[in-house]
């Protein structure tokens, strides 16, 4: 077991510490998202697929190896809100490191202001105030209902 460690470098320790930290990453907002019974499948049907090489059933391992190579297709597809929302949580997480923060000088006073000319007029809104995540893509599109 000594010898084993005596090869291992700095480099193979960071390389490990990455590995493990986007693992971590990862099964984060896989926990936040609708995907992990998805996942689940996945992880049943590479069991079977290994099995098989294992087993040396080579018919079972190539339809299971040809349906791993459109699969990455259909994934994309499938889940593309998903990724595009965890792209955008690492934008806004490397914007947020750089110090860059959202534009926020005088949006409170317009708000208020904005609120108190409804108010006045007694005509009501549905205001929206972003969080932690944009909220450009809701924002775009739709359609307008003139009410």
């Known amino acids: 077991m000594i010898d084993l460690l005596r090869d291992v470098g700095l480099l ?6 990455v590995v493990a ?80 923060e959202p534009p926020t000088t005088g949006s409170n006073e317009a708000l208020v202001r904005a609120v108190e000319q409804l108010a006045a007029a007694r005509t009501g809104a549905l205001i929206v105030v972003p969080g932690r995540e944009p909220i450009d893509r809701h924002v775009e599109g739709g359609i307008e209902l003139d009410g």
């Open 21 to 100: 930290a986007l693992a971590w990453v990862g099964l984060r907002l896989v926990r936040r998202t609708r995907a992990r019974p998805a996942l689940v499948g996945l992880g049943t049907l590479g069991a079977i697929y290994l099995a098989a090489r294992q087993l040396g059933l080579a018919l079972t391992a190539a339809i299971f190896q040809a349906f791993f190579a459109v699969l990455v297709l259909v994934l994309v597809v499938v889940f593309q809100d998903d990724l595009r929302r965890i792209f955008e949580q690492v934008g806004a997480w490397v914007s947020r490191r750089r110090g860059e």
């Open 12 to 17: 193979d320790l960071v390389d490990i510490g």
